[in-house]
């Protein structure tokens, strides 16, 4: 049966889902996007996505073409239309199609575009998250505002297939001798002293729905969180380390550029988080 997508006010079979050639997402990408986690049926930290959502489109002056209450109403609609019990939905706005190709924003009346499809997927019983993943280094060759969400994710796709290349799971961005995030997931270690490190929120990183979730979790249960730069040298002596997202929640990374973290498998401190973020994920899916 073919998925249904979502395009500009309508719900159509994704093999015929269209924009035009002339949208500033496909030219420019002129584009914001989001994705978030279904479980059973259920979006979760939907309100974290879609305040996100909000702040990147307002961050370059896009307009939403829908209200936020209207987007998650679209987003259950496709959920059940899908019949998606596990797997995510993908959403990206962009600044809508003109009549040519001008750098500026358009003049006229355009429509934002919105366009929205779901993937299968069971997050909770992924392989990966029982073995672990390789990670490698990459230089980060992004642009400087990677807060917004952007869909210009050309460094990214670079990075990501350098890790495929190189049988990892992911690859983490190094600026300055220091780890930014992974390519499409926020990198944590826990260091000797049992304290979780990832770097602090700014226009460095994407600000990660999961590894919010993630930090305040860890706090609550009184374990010590610094939000502050690691280097691969300090990851290589630490006791344990993994990345976030929405479609990965907490994934174990086993080693870096083929060396072992810890003992190579994956740390008791990652899987424990891992279960209290699918019980986080299980209790406020809405
Ligand atoms: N960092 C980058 C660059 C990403 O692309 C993503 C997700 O795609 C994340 C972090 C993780 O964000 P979230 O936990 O909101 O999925």
């Known amino acids: 049966m073919d998925q249904i997508a979502y395009v500009n006010g309508s719900f159509v079979p994704l093999s015929e889902a269209r924009v035009s050639v ?18 059973e049926g259920r979006l979760i930290d939907n309100a974290s996505h879609l305040a996100r959502l909000e702040r990147s489109v307002g ?32 959403l990206q706005v962009t600044r809508g199609a003109d009549s040519g190709r001008d750098f500026a ?28 993943i390789a990670v490698i280094t990459v230089p980060d060759l992004r642009w400087v505002r990677r ?22 799971g992911e690859a983490w961005m190094i600026e300055d001798g220091v780890v930014t995030e992974g390519g499409s997931s926020s990198a944590f270690i826990l260091t000797k002293d049992d304290v979780l490190v990832t770097r602090q929120n700014g226009s460095e990183i994407l600000p990660g729905c999961t590894r919010k979730a993630v930090v305040a979790l860890a706090e609550e249960r009184q374990l010590r969180v610094e939000e502050r730069p690691f280097s691969i040298a300090e990851a290589l002596v630490a006791k344990e380390a993994f990345t976030t997202s929405a479609t990965l929640f907490v994934q174990p990374v086993v080693s870096i550029d083929g060396k072992p973290i810890g003992n190579g498998k994956p740390g008791p401190m990652t899987e424990r988080l891992r279960e209290i973020y699918v019980e986080f994920a299980s209790a406020t899916a809405t």
Do not use: C, W
């Open 22 to 39: 002339l949208d500033r997402g496909f030219l420019f990408a002129d584009g914001i996007y989001e994705v978030a986690a279904v479980l």
């Open 105 to 132: 924003f358009p003049k006229g009346d355009i429509k934002p575009t919105l366009i929205m499809f779901t993937t299968v997927k069971d997050i909770v019983n992924q392989p990966s998250a029982k073995t672990g």
């Open 147 to 168: 807060d917004i969400k952007s869909v210009a994710l050309l460094a990214q796709v670079l990075a990501k297939q350098a890790a495929a290349a190189a049988g990892a």
């Open 59 to 90: 961050e370059i002056a896009l307009a939403l073409p829908e209200t936020i209450d209207r987007i998650r109403e679209i987003q259950k609609e496709l959920i059940a239309r899908n019949h998606l019990v596990n797997g995510m939905v993908y």
